[in-house]
């Protein structure tokens, strides 16, 4: 993994009516603790995979949820403690239902919080980043724009 070229990653914001879905998973910078964090379904753009199918992918694996995109919340960019820059590509979506209880190595559950709950969360840093609570204030605070503003020549619609 070279930490001086960003990484592209994909993170959907899961709203249903006023809570968000949100992973707890083990701690990958710190191994040795105990302490679970809590992430959007987020991840890894893969090869010759569109950011389209990538967050639903992603979504899927680490949750169990199958989402519906509404719009596209815009490109975070955030340089990681351990100096990794990521270009965190944000989908504001819907959920439409649960078809898995298996989710990925390290996730221990999904589940949904109250803006209220992730604000705790984060005053106590259980948040993966601080990409988490953003995104979510920009889900309820900022514009939504439409999916079509990706364009994606390799992956076209």
Same mark, same amino acid.
């Given at each position: 993994?070279?930490?001086? @070229?960003?990484?592209?990653?994909?993170?959907?914001?899961?709203?249903?009516?006023? $809570?968000?879905?949100?992973?707890?998973?083990?701690?990958?910078?710190?191994?040795?603790?105990?302490?679970? @964090?809590?992430?959007?379904?987020? #991840?890894?753009?893969? %090869?010759?995979?569109?950011?389209? +199918?990538?967050?639903?992918?992603?979504?899927?694996?680490?949750? !169990?949820?199958?989402?519906? @995109?509404? #719009?596209?919340? !815009?490109?975070?960019?955030?340089?990681?403690?351990? #100096?990794?820059?990521?270009?965190?590509?944000?989908?504001?979506?819907?959920?439409?239902?649960?078809?898995?209880?298996? *989710?990925?190595? !390290?996730?221990?559950? %999904?589940?949904?919080?109250?803006?209220? +709950?992730?604000?705790? *969360?984060?005053?106590? !840093?259980?948040?993966?980043?601080?990409?988490?609570? $953003?995104?979510?204030?920009? %889900?309820?605070?900022?514009?939504?724009?439409?999916?079509?503003?990706?364009?994606? *020549?390799?992956?076209?619609?």
């Amino acid at each position: 993994m070279n930490r001086f @070229l960003p990484h592209v990653t994909v993170a959907a914001v899961v709203a249903d009516r006023d $809570r968000f879905l949100l992973v707890e998973e083990h701690d990958r910078m710190n191994t040795a603790s105990t302490i679970t @964090l809590f992430n959007q379904p987020a #991840g890894h753009l893969e %090869a010759e995979e569109s950011l389209i +199918d990538a967050v639903y992918r992603e979504t899927l694996e680490e949750s !169990g949820w199958e989402i519906t @995109l509404v #719009g596209y919340l !815009g490109l975070y960019i955030n340089t990681a403690p351990n #100096g990794v820059v990521y270009h965190s590509h944000t989908f504001l979506a819907r959920p439409e239902r649960r078809v898995s209880q298996i *989710l990925d190595e !390290g996730i221990t559950r %999904a589940d949904w919080y109250s803006l209220t +709950d992730i604000e705790t *969360l984060e005053r106590h !840093g259980r948040l993966r980043s601080p990409l988490v609570a $953003r995104r979510i204030r920009d %889900a309820l605070e900022d514009p939504v724009y439409p999916l079509d503003l990706i364009r994606d *020549l390799n992956h076209p619609t």
